[in-house]
């Protein structure tokens, strides 16, 4: 089956604080995500990227940063970490087949406090 | 922005019997549907898929699809507790721009009771 690591699994910062979130796939897919995840909210897209060096913005990206820097490792940074992004972080990948099935990490729960 | 809507948001049923669950998006571009099912405490992981209209059946579960009214639905027949989960609809719009993302539904948390 397809893997996807994220590191760490659980994060605690103060509000102000810079974070960073890994993600790595050993599925050699070229599409990675990042994803927020919470109650009532179902899965929000933050951004992603289909190769490395590139970076498409998602649908809620505001205060977020990412960089993909080689086809396996997706970053995630937070530069200046608010309340409001407590949250379940995932990341995810897929690849080019038609059945555009997503294979998601473990998931990586930040408390800004 | 496309929005994708789930119901019930929680839903309860029995041991042995039929859980059906509902997803609409809003975007008439819309070409192709997921389910994904999240037990809690994991990760979410890819039920089944559907882009025609009609039905497809995979053991237990069914999916059906009216693309005129863009909407999906789920059904689980003889439920089990282990079906109990958080159930995530999906939706990819067919242009250029969104082409790459799906876009997820709030999600609807089943609960099979013995």
């Known amino acids: 089956e397809a893997a996807v690591t994220q590191s760490p699994r659980n994060k605690v910062t103060v509000t102000g604080g810079n974070v960073t979130l890994s993600c790595r796939q050993t599925?050699?897919?070229?599409?990675m995500y990042w994803y927020r995840q919470d109650t009532g909210h179902g899965l929000r897209l933050i951004h992603y990227?289909?190769?490395?060096?590139?970076?498409q913005i998602g649908d809620v990206p505001d205060g977020y940063k990412a960089t993909r820097t080689t086809q396996e490792d997706f970053f995630l940074l937070l530069e200046l970490a608010s309340p409001s992004q407590t949250s379940l972080y995932f990341c995810a990948s897929r690849g080019q087949g038609a059945s555009y099935e997503q294979y998601f990490g473990p998931g990586t729960r930040l408390t800004v406090l | 922005q496309q929005k994708v809507q789930q119901s019930p948001e929680s839903l309860i049923v029995p041991e042995g019997g039929m859980a059906s669950l509902n997803c609409t998006s809003s975007d008439r571009n819309v070409d192709y549907f997921w389910w994904y099912r999240q037990h809690s405490g994991k990760s979410p992981k890819m039920l089944m898929s559907i882009f025609s209209n009609g039905e497809k059946e995979e053991g237990r579960f069914t999916v059906h699809l009216n693309k005129a009214s863009l909407h999906t639905s789920l059904h689980i027949r003889d439920s089990q507790p282990s079906d109990s989960a958080l159930y995530l609809c999906?939706?990819?719009?067919?242009?250029?721009?969104?082409?790459?993302?799906?876009?997820f539904g709030q999600g609807t948390s089943l609960s099979v009771v013995p």
């Open positions: 999906a939706a990819r719009a067919a242009s250029s721009s969104s082409f790459s993302k799906l876009v």
């Open positions: 599925n050699s897919h070229n599409y």
């Open positions: 990227s289909y190769g490395a060096g590139n970076l």
